[in-house]
């Protein structure tokens, strides 16, 4: 098992919704109601993203391969 550690953008919509999103993984954003919930959605919808990419045996495309932290174990990020 290995922790992915990506740079996220979030902001805050005009109409009050807040979106998110993984710059270095293609089409991989989301929205919330509130910033954690988009925030909690991205990490779902990032790791149903690594899942596709492992279950058809492929790698990181190598456009992301510096934008992304690799740790060789299971982790925790905690950004203050």
Partial sequence: MKTYIFEIEVEQEEDGRWSAVIPALQGCATWGYTKEEAIRSL???????????????????????GKVTVLPDKAIAVTL
């Fill in 43 to 65: 990490q779902e919808a990032a790791k149903a993203y690594l899942e596709v990419l492992l279950e058809r045996k492929k790698m990181l495309p190598k456009q992301i391969q």
